[in-house]
């Protein structure tokens, strides 16, 4: 028999608290977590609005043994850390990170599948060595080859791989079976996830850390965005109207900071050691957007269908069983249409009928972290069988025909839907199930 | 149930040359790609020579070239690659309704795919312009003056690692699983494996997996210096890159892209597809250690190298080849001998086991399955690539590393290994199919 996985763990820091549990309250209360970035003086950006996480010192987060190696840790680092702290604790489970007690995490049995973005280097720091390289105002590389990158810290690459993010993590808890780290954009949770999954299926570990970490509240990150015509540059005196998934008047997103983590575990193991479960993890697909221009969905959305027609093969369901969908929404125009076509097609029948949840009117986006904030809010929608609503969503977008929340849903969720996509195209598709004693 | 997975298609864009062909050729002939850097000013770096693709041209390759001409470095090689692997495979990527048997649905993209180089102009220059003594940083204000006008929205999105996998979704028409992961230098391995689960595990009837990455400039270049990794023999680069040699001081940069088509063996045979190997094992482990050195006892290795054997049904005596990650730096060389000898015991003296790095130097993202190519050649052709520049072995390391020239030997089943800073290991076995 297939081996089944279930989700017992869940941890969040975001723009919305420091812990899953403040991501919910404040996502049931409809609390915006967008406001004027005040991680450097944005006042001069076109965009100054962003999601940021309030501060923490990630010394709280690591063991004694690992607080040297806290130097070495980005932003992005970080928020994975914390997140992934309480991810395990929230399951039960006893890593290496708890000193002094016996743990129960299993090194060899333990996988980690993690998404990551494009780390973007602390400029500060940066700026300290190059403005020693200036020949008449210009950059001199001259210079800079032979005095200044010699003034940046040896382990300075270290910050911003990709990779780190799982290996800190890794180190912390003991965690020796398969790490991937999964570089899909906005996709990346998703597919981190339903790797992580396919890791315990066939057999290669019994207990998975899967999820995403990033931040896009950084200069370069901001600058990026508007410039690709992502961001909403014209609500910044307005943060908690600025983002509007699939709504008439939507402008674009905003960028955020988050990491979440899940603990996924093949559930005979997980009831053998008593483990509460929040939902099962029954069917993931994914797909590619085909658009030369590479920055937007393809207009029919076409590869969302195929992601969602394809998880939704695996769990063995028809649409209509679908109590929920928790979509990408990121409230730039033609994306939202395009998923919403894409999502309709997938529904077929039924498209109107299910209720559609958009976070990122709160959460704004999160980059890779953002799918597994998704996931983790869908599956304490199952364990509460409640939901927020769709906030600044006043009327919707042309060809927009989803069912999306006016009203919180207070009721039992039996099946939950949360899809995503990238910029590149990488889709990608999850349904969570309610666990039946 | 399971499906073997069969190997019909490969694509190499590397410092060796722009085809499998070149690149083993270059490897039977004792020839080097590593020269000085052309791509930027690198004459006061502690490191001046990489292993540069030179001479690319992307339009040899496909013929609508227009979407691909503003990727990065690493997405054009790619495009390269994978059309040759394509090309090779049977699949159809000029006609819009392609007639090679292949459902697109069932085609996914798995690659190890690096970032894109930050726009360098926008990226130093307006730390100059913004730069404020008094209070030690840049004025926000300032630099964004100067930072929005010089960056641009083409070249940021192509810094993002899931381009190169988009690159090849609008090449192919590929619309299953697309994954892209970045494990540093275990990246294409790691992908390449787990496409290989994909397929085994019916959830894709052909994969277009591999790896392209280039961190050749001043950022990249940088960043590898200031950890010390690179070869710093400035006056002879050819030699440079000497895995396994007691003089080695470091790897040597590289970039290129490589991709092989994996398919169940069923769509191969029906569709007629040339079969050039079998990927019959994959294991991959976590050092869980620390971030800036292996373990001592090369403990992660170990355990990858285990697990695929294991997965495969396979004892040490089956192995006929290593291809090492061999990187000439240290630490890598001394304990990834010392993996060898754990997992396979007295037999590791028997095993060849060799490092093409030591001709194409080190291809990051890209290089696990640019040297699991190496492997099917070795095994389709019974003949081993050498390590090269190993003139002065190093005591310690007392394996048979088939030095500086190249070996006949029967090949049927070869390992690949490949490690990442960090700690992700990565091993794939593969067999003749028979």
């Given at each position: ?437 | ?244 040699s007691a003089t080695r001081d470091g790897f040597v940069l590289g970039e290129g892209a490589a991709i092989v088509i994996l398919e169940t063996l069923e769509s191969a045979n029906k569709r007629n597809a040339p079969i050039l190997a079998e990927i019959i094992g994959f294991g991959s482990s976590s050092d869980a250690f620390r971030v800036t050195d292996m373990h001592e006892d090369a403990r992660g290795a170990v355990q990858a190298l285990r697990r695929a054997l294991d997965d495969a049904g396979l004892t040490v005596n089956d192995i006929d080849y290593i291809s090492t990650h061999g990187t000439s730096t240290s630490e890598n060389d001394s304990i990834e001998t010392k993996a060898i000898k754990t997992a396979f015991g007295p037999q590791a003296y028997k095993i060849p086991c060799s490092s093409p790095k030591s001709q194409f130097g080190h291809l990051i993202g890209a290089t696990g399955c640019a040297e699991l190519i190496t492997c099917v050649m070795a095994i389709r052709e019974n003949i081993l690539p050498p390590t090269m520049n190993l003139n002065d072995p190093d005591p310690e390391l007392d394996l048979d590393y088939v030095p500086n020239k190249p070996r006949k030997k029967t090949v049927n089943i070869a390992i690949n290994e490949s490690f990442g800073f960090g700690g992700q290991n990565n091993v794939i076995i593969i067999k003749r199919y028979t």
């Amino acid at each position: 028999m297939q081996r089944r996985i279930v989700i017992t763990g869940v941890g969040a820091v975001s723009p919305l608290g420091l812990t899953s549990d403040q991501m919910w309250q404040g996502l049931l209360e409809g609390r915006c977590g967008l406001g004027p970035i005040r991680n450097f003086d944005a006042s001069a950006f076109d965009c100054k609005i962003a999601g940021e996480v309030s501060p923490f010192n990630i010394r709280d987060y690591v063991p004694k043994s690992h607080r040297k190696a806290t130097k070495l840790m980005s932003r992005d680092i970080e928020l994975a850390v914390a997140a992934s702290q309480e991810a395990v604790k929230n399951s039960g489970l006893i890593s290496k990170a708890d000193e002094g007690k016996t743990p129960t995490l299993i090194p060899q049995r333990t996988a980690i599948s993690y998404g990551a973005g494009l780390i973007a280097c602390d400029l500060i720091e940066m700026a300290q060595s190059v403005k020693l390289c200036v020949t008449d105002g210009k950059f001199d590389i001259r210079k800079w080859g032979r005095e200044g990158m010699q003034t940046l810290t040896p382990l300075w690459l270290l910050k911003y791989l990709p990779n780190m993010l799982p290996c800190h993590v890794a180190i912390i808890h003991d965690i020796q079976g398969p790490s991937n780290t999964i570089t899909c954009g906005d996709a990346s949770s998703y597919l981190a996830v339903s790797e992580a999954a396919e890791i315990i299926i066939r057999g290669d570990a019994e207990t998975a850390l899967a999820g995403g970490g990033e931040t896009r509240v950084h200069p370069i990150g901001i600058v990026r965005q508007y410039l690709m015509k992502r961001a909403n540059c014209s609500s910044n005196d307005n943060p908690a109207a600025a983002c509007r998934p699939f709504d008439a008047n939507a402008a674009g997103t905003i960028f955020s900071e988050a990491a979440g983590t899940l603990i996924l575990e093949e559930m005979q193991t997980a009831r053998n050691r008593g483990a509460s479960m929040l939902a099962e993890i029954i069917g993931w697909g994914a797909s590619h957007s085909h658009n030369p221009d590479y920055t937007h969905l393809e207009p029919d959305g076409k590869a969302v269908t195929y992601a969602i027609e394809a998880a939704l093969q695996q769990a063995g369901i028809t649409p209509d069983k679908l109590d929920l969908i928790i979509p990408c929404g990121t409230g730039i125009p033609c994306d939202d249409r395009a998923e919403a076509i894409g999502i309709q097609t997938a529904l077929r029948a039924s498209e109107s009928a299910i209720p559609v949840w958009p976070t990122k009117s709160l959460l704004g986006h999160s980059g890779a972290a953002a799918g597994t904030l998704d996931l983790i809010a869908a599956a304490l929608a199952i364990r509460d069988g409640k939901t927020g609503k769709a906030v600044n969503f006043d009327s919707p977008a042309a060809q927009c025909k989803l069912n999306l929340l006016r009203q919180p849903l207070n009721k039992p969720l039996h099946h939950v839907l949360c899809c995503g996509y990238s910029f590149g195209g990488q889709c990608s598709a999850v349904i969570l199930k309610a666990i039946k004693d | 149930m399971k499906h073997r997975v069969v190997i019909t298609g490969m694509g190499i864009i590397c410092p060796l040359g722009h085809s499998v062909d070149q690149m083993w050729q270059g490897l039977m002939t004792g020839k080097s790609g590593i020269d000085y850097n052309t791509l930027f000013d690198a004459s006061t770096f502690p490191t001046q020579f990489d292993a540069e693709v030179r001479d690319y041209e992307i339009s040899r390759f496909v013929k609508n070239v227009q979407p691909h001409t503003n990727g990065n470095r690493g997405s054009q090689f790619v495009v390269g690659a994978a059309a040759q692997a394509c090309r090779q495979a049977g699949i159809d990527i000029e006609s819009d309704q392609p007639a090679d048997g292949i459902d697109r649905r069932r085609m996914g993209i798995y690659l190890g795919a690096g970032e894109g180089s930050v726009n360098n102009e926008a990226f130093f220059q307006s730390l100059i312009d913004s730069w404020i003594e008094e209070k030690q940083q840049p004025d926000w204000t300032l630099w964004v003056k100067s930072a929005a006008v010089k960056m641009t929205p083409t070249q940021e999105l192509e810094q993002e690692p899931s381009m190169p996998a988009a690159h090849v979704a609008l090449l192919t028409g590929a619309r299953g699983i697309s994954r892209s992961c970045l494990t540093a230098c275990a990246a294409s391995t790691q992908a390449v494996g787990e496409a290989s689960m994909l397929i085994r595990h019916g959830k894709a009837d052909v994969m277009i997996a591999g790896g392209c990455h280039s961190m050749i400039h001043p950022l990249g270049l940088t960043g590898f210096n200031r950890l010390t990794a690179l070869s710093t023999r400035n006056d002879s680069p050819q030699t440079a890159s000497r895995p396994f040699s007691a003089t080695r001081d470091g790897f040597v940069l590289g970039e290129g892209a490589a991709i092989v088509i994996l398919e169940t063996l069923e769509s191969a045979n029906k569709r007629n597809a040339p079969i050039l190997a079998e990927i019959i094992g994959f294991g991959s482990s976590s050092d869980a250690f620390r971030v800036t050195d292996m373990h001592e006892d090369a403990r992660g290795a170990v355990q990858a190298l285990r697990r695929a054997l294991d997965d495969a049904g396979l004892t040490v005596n089956d192995i006929d080849y290593i291809s090492t990650h061999g990187t000439s730096t240290s630490e890598n060389d001394s304990i990834e001998t010392k993996a060898i000898k754990t997992a396979f015991g007295p037999q590791a003296y028997k095993i060849p086991c060799s490092s093409p790095k030591s001709q194409f130097g080190h291809l990051i993202g890209a290089t696990g399955c640019a040297e699991l190519i190496t492997c099917v050649m070795a095994i389709r052709e019974n003949i081993l690539p050498p390590t090269m520049n190993l003139n002065d072995p190093d005591p310690e390391l007392d394996l048979d590393y088939v030095p500086n020239k190249p070996r006949k030997k029967t090949v049927n089943i070869a390992i690949n290994e490949s490690f990442g800073f960090g700690g992700q290991n990565n091993v794939i076995i593969i067999k003749r199919y028979t």
